[in-house]
């Protein structure tokens, strides 16, 4: 069916990413309810952070910041290994549970089966009100001003991820973290003219037959995501890898028709960058986001964002997805594809008698 202008809700919700971070940490702040959160829920257990699809790419991506933030044990793991191998994580543990729309079938029954099990307190996260996962929960943040009309999450994720963020920094009393993720929104407006730029001049240059995403630490979640959004907006073959994992093997698959996108981590910029000189040699095509990019990276990279933020590391996994999305969404367009709706997926996943 021909949309006269596709992905008009998709491209919308993508620039409207640090104005929505600025409402939702708003309302939480005026609330109060992260210092509740930060006082009641459990402590000197493993945090396990639970969801579906993006969610989970979320969930990584908040384990990985809790763990830096606080010094605590945190995982992800997909709501399907709670369902089918419940033995292999802990009953003793925190679980926070994600899910945008509140109505994902299998986070759903994570929820029936933790509260059947006695575990709590339970924490949830949504964008969604009046949810079967609000009804199960022991206590849930509500982004509402993160939802979003499209199919694909954008963003729901970096909004959510912010407010988890912000929950660490709370519960660690982190405070120059905590001050650094309210002023991100502001210093993050400033990349997304740039980003567009670059990445339409990326897209429009060439087509490529394979996208690979690389990161390290909480740039590997990013990476994930960034994966998923040119899986789903564009149809296009895209795979995902630890960035000096790839040089074990995958670079078998370099060649002038594979994109190579590097997540560039501050703590890891020499190791990762050593890489991308590696893949570039190789012939790779190569785009590059990294909050600092040095001369030596830059004659490796084809195409580079360069975030420029203030902010400590761990606040910038949200701002540096970004890229990813408009990758996603551009390759999509050119393709003739609708992000708005991708296709073979809705907007929630509702097993049929779940």
């Given at each position: 069916?021909f949309?006269?202008?596709?992905?008009?809700?998709?491209?919308?919700e993508?620039?409207?990413?640090?104005?929505?971070?600025?409402?939702?940490?708003?309302?939480?702040?005026?609330?109060?309810q992260?210092?509740?959160?930060?006082?009641?829920?459990?402590?000197?257990?493993?945090?396990?952070?639970?969801?579906?699809g993006?969610?989970?790419?979320?969930a990584?991506?908040?384990?990985?910041?809790?763990?830096?933030?606080?010094?605590?044990?945190?995982?992800?793991?997909?709501?399907?290994?709670?369902?089918l191998?419940?033995?292999?994580?802990?009953?003793a543990?925190?679980?926070?549970?994600?899910?945008?729309?509140g109505?994902?079938?299998e986070?759903?029954?994570?929820?029936?089966?933790?509260?059947?099990?006695?575990v709590a307190?339970?924490?949830?996260?949504?964008?969604?009100?009046?949810?079967?996962?609000?009804?199960?929960?022991?206590?849930?943040?509500?982004?509402?001003?993160?939802?979003e009309?499209?199919?694909?999450?954008?963003?729901?994720?970096?909004?959510m991820?912010l407010?988890?963020?912000?929950?660490?920094?709370?519960?660690?009393?982190?405070?120059?973290?905590?001050?650094?993720?309210?002023?991100?929104?502001?210093?993050a407006?400033?990349?997304?003219?740039?980003?567009q730029k670059?990445?339409?001049?990326?897209?429009?240059?060439?087509s490529?037959?394979?996208?690979?995403?690389?990161?390290q630490?909480?740039?590997?979640?990013?990476?994930?995501?960034?994966?998923?959004?040119v899986?789903e907006?564009?149809?296009?073959?895209a795979q995902?890898?630890?960035?000096l994992?790839?040089?074990?093997?995958?670079?078998?698959i370099?060649?002038?028709e594979?994109?190579?996108?590097?997540?560039?981590s501050?703590?890891?910029?020499e190791?990762?960058?050593?890489?991308?000189?590696?893949?570039?040699?190789?012939?790779?095509?190569?785009?590059?986001?990294?909050?600092?990019i040095?001369?030596?990276v830059?004659k490796s990279?084809?195409?580079?964002v360069?975030?420029?933020?203030?902010?400590?590391?761990?606040?910038?996994?949200?701002?540096?997805?970004?890229?990813?999305?408009?990758?996603?969404?551009?390759t999509?367009?050119?393709?003739g594809?609708?992000p708005?709706?991708?296709?073979?997926l809705?907007?929630v996943?509702?097993?049929?008698?779940?």
């Open positions: 069916m949309t006269p202008n596709p992905g008009t809700h998709t491209i919308a993508i620039l409207s990413e640090p104005q929505t971070w600025r409402k939702c940490l708003a309302e939480l702040d005026a609330s109060g992260l210092k509740r959160l930060s006082s009641d829920l459990q402590r000197n257990v493993e945090w396990i952070f639970v969801g579906c993006s969610s989970f790419y979320l990584q991506a908040a384990a990985a910041s809790w763990s830096l933030t606080t010094n605590d044990p945190a995982r992800a793991v997909p709501a399907s290994e709670l369902l191998f419940p033995g292999t994580l802990p009953q543990a925190q679980y926070v549970l994600i899910s945008r729309s109505h994902t079938s986070v759903i029954q994570v929820a029936t089966q933790l509260k059947g099990s006695g307190p339970v924490l949830a996260i949504t964008c969604g009100s009046e949810t079967p996962l609000e009804k199960l929960a022991t206590v849930t943040i509500m982004l509402h001003p993160a939802d009309k499209s199919t694909v999450m954008t963003r729901s994720f970096t909004s991820l407010s988890l963020q912000a929950l660490a920094a709370e519960r660690a009393g982190n405070r120059s973290l905590a001050e650094a993720l309210r002023t991100l929104p502001a210093e407006e400033a990349i997304l003219q740039p980003a670059t990445i339409r001049s990326l897209v429009n240059s060439r490529f037959a394979d996208y690979v995403f690389l990161g630490g909480p740039f590997f979640a990013a990476a994930q995501e960034s994966m998923l959004k899986k907006m564009s149809c296009s073959y995902c890898f630890h960035t994992e790839f040089r074990h093997g995958p670079k078998a370099v060649s002038a594979t994109l190579l996108t590097f997540f560039l501050e703590s890891g910029y190791e990762e960058a050593a890489v991308l000189h590696e893949m570039k040699e190789l012939g790779a095509i190569t785009l590059v986001v990294a909050n600092s040095t001369s030596e830059r990279a084809d195409y580079a360069e975030l420029g933020l203030a902010v400590p590391e761990t606040a910038r996994v949200a701002a540096s997805v970004i890229p990813g999305q408009l990758l996603g969404f551009f999509g367009v050119r393709k594809f609708d708005d709706s991708p296709r073979n809705s907007r996943v509702m097993l049929e008698g779940k």
